[in-house]
T-cell receptor, first 116, second 108 residues
Framework: GAVVSQHPSRVICKSGTSVKIECRSLDFQATTMFWYRQFPKQSLMLMATSNEGSKATYEQGVEKDKFLINHASLTLSTLTVTSAHPEDSSFYICSARDQTRTYEQYFGPGTRLTVT | RKEVEQDPGPFNVPEGATVAFNCTYSNSASQSFFWYRQDCRKEPKLLMSVYSSGNEDGRFTAQLNRASQYISLLIRDSKLSDSATYLC?????????FGAGTRLTVKP
């Protein structure tokens, strides 16, 4: 089946620093990847849609200058949380769409970010 | 109104019980539908797609009613391992929207 990896799985950083999270599709090409955030006991909230070779599309209320997304290849998208604050602590999950499989999305294992 | 609404839950059922989850969506032009399962502190995993004619996968049956904009998931003979949060997902023009999820706990 389609596999999506994320790195790192867990990160603790200090307030004001930046953190980069990688999302890779391992056995398929993903022209579109998605970044979600999930706070405890809440549903997934879409942050942005990342298309290979073009700018990401951000959801309303998500600051594009704070959450930098780069989708430079068909198998890799990165999310950089810049100048992180404690309120950015959350579970960040990426997903990738396999265009050959009726638009099903496959999720990475998530990255738990804690900002101290 | 939320784009995708689900039963609030939680559902606590004994092993072997049959349990049903409901989901409604607001966009009548939605094109495809899915149920995902999410275990605690893990990523969602696709459980099954939902087809207009209804479809079954073992103990799981999904139904779609486009006229009522309603999706359901039925789990028969529930197992302890079915305990998870079940997410209803609706797709329109490659834009997937998730419901808030319904938590299921199956008890011995």
């Amino acid at each position: 089946g389609a596999v999506v990896s994320q790195h790192p799985s867990r990160v603790i950083c200090k307030s004001g620093t930046s953190v980069k999270i990688e999302c890779r599709s391992l056995d398929f090409q993903a022209t579109t990847m998605f970044w979600y955030r999930q706070f405890p006991k809440q549903s997934l909230m879409l942050m942005a849609t990342s298309n290979e070779g073009s700018k990401a599309t951000y959801e309303q209320g998500v600051e594009k200058d704070k959450f930098l997304i780069n989708h430079a290849s068909l198998t890799l998208s990165t999310l950089t949380v810049t100048s992180a604050h404690p309120e950015d602590s959350s579970f960040y999950i990426c997903s990738a769409r396999d265009q050959t499989r009726t638009y099903e999305q496959y999720f990475g294992p998530g990255t738990r970010l804690t900002v101290t | 109104r939320k784009e995708v609404e689900q039963d609030p839950g939680p559902f606590n059922v004994p092993e072997g019980a049959t349990v049903a989850f409901n989901c409604t969506y607001s966009n009548s032009a939605s094109q495809s539908f899915f149920w995902y399962r999410q275990d605690c502190r893990k990523e969602p995993k696709l459980l099954m797609s939902v087809y207009s004619s209804g479809n079954e996968d073992g103990r799981f049956t999904a139904q779609l009613n486009r006229a009522s904009q309603y999706i359901s998931l039925l789990i028969r003979d529930s197992k302890l391992s079915d305990s998870a949060t079940y997410l209803c997902v609706v797709n329109y023009n490659n834009d997937m929207r998730f419901g808030a999820g319904t938590r299921l706990t199956v008890k011995p």
